[in-house]
């Protein structure tokens, strides 16, 4: 039989993403509504390690839906790799009488999660906030579509000044294992070459293409790049295009923490709701040591253990797209 669940802590872990806040308010309003106990925990595993939990209510998370960041702040915690740190943090529980976690963060946090829950007797349930929407078993992590739109409502500002001065962009933004914000953003804006960890890039097809566009004047090329991308970023790619161009106007812009911040879109803060009920739901029904996500506009269930083990991976037909409509 499974043990009851009386407690439930909660904590936000590694980089932070819009919709977070909307996250933990589910879960705590969803403990509340069952008569459980909710325990925010603060600056992820460190303040688990360092005993900084308090208790919430109803109220500890009004007007913070619409926030970004996290109320609970985040923290990578060395630590928490050790068996002595995981030790200290399961005894905070254990006198607190929690017996249920919930992590909200990316592959980093769960690796610890899953290492954690073989060790100690707390089930861990994960939900997904990273803005690289990197984790298999779901359609959306919290934070991508926030942080997608930043980076498409940036790049068409650059485009304006872009078509005005005939000039070459080379936009960086967030995605070091992995491209989908590049990929999105750069379909979204009609980008001419898009540059993601996942392929290998091609320098010399993408020179071949941009001298062949200057051959029949189109001198306003954008090209998105992950910051990830094996040729490293926007500023190697520059030098080397400054090269073999030199007759364009090449510019750089490297969007940065831009994208992690702002208030979340309707659509982080709707995923976020609904992962964070059914976080807890998961917990009262025995559903343990789970990863949840939405599939089809379906809640998934994969134990946390699968979800760190493999990436997402980007479509064959993704790529095809980018090479016709960038044509």
């Keep these: 039989m499974e043990k009851k669940i009386t407690r439930i802590g909660v904590l936000t872990s ?17 403990s509340v509504y069952h008569g459980i106990e909710v325990f925010g925990i603060m600056r992820g595993y460190q303040g688990l390690i360092e005993d900084d939990i308090y208790q919430m209510e109803s109220r500890s998370v009004a007007n913070i839906i619409q926030r ?40 980093g946090s769960f690796r610890g999660a899953v290492q954690f829950g073989k060790e100690f007797d707390i089930p861990c349930i994960g939900i997904a906030g990273t803005i690289d929407k990197d984790i298999l078993g779901t359609d959306f992590t919290i934070g991508f ?22 000039r070459i962009f080379i936009i960086e933004v967030m995605g070091r294992d992995a491209g989908y914000i590049a990929l999105h953003s750069g379909i979204a804006t009609g980008a001419e070459n898009i540059l993601i960890p996942e392929r290998k890039t091609d320098m010399d097809d993408m020179i071949a293409s941009l001298l062949e566009k200057e051959r029949r004047k189109k001198l306003v090329n954008l090209i998105v790049v992950a910051e990830g991308d094996d040729y490293g970023g926007a500023n190697e790619v520059e030098k ?12 750089v812009c490297i969007l940065g923490h831009i994208q992690r911040g ?22 009262i029904v025995g559903r343990h040591n789970v990863f949840v996500g939405i599939q089809n506009n379906k809640m998934h269930y994969i134990p946390l253990e699968n979800a760190v083990k493999s990436k997402g991976k980007i479509s064959e037909e993704w790529i095809k797209i980018v090479k016709i409509l960038a044509s």
Excluded: Q, W
Aim: glycine share 10%.
């Design 68 to 107: 970004g960041g996290t109320i609970l702040k985040t923290a990578r915690c060395k630590e928490f790799f050790e068996f002595e740190g995981r030790s200290k943090a399961y005894a905070n529980l254990k006198k607190r009488g929690i017996n249920g976690l919930v992590i909200i963060g990316g592959d």
């Design 145 to 166: 579509d926030t942080a997608v739109n930043t980076a498409v409502e940036a790049i068409d500002k650059i485009r304006d000044t872009m078509d005005a001065h005939d």
């Design 14 to 30: 590694g980089g932070d993403s819009p919709g977070m806040n909307a996250a933990i308010r589910a879960v705590v309003r969803t």
């Design 240 to 251: 080397t295009l400054k090269e073999k161009l030199p007759n364009a106007e090449i510019r």
């Design 262 to 283: 702002g208030a979340p879109s309707c659509i982080d803060r709707l995923i976020a709701s609904r992962m964070g009920y059914h976080a807890v739901e998961s917990l």
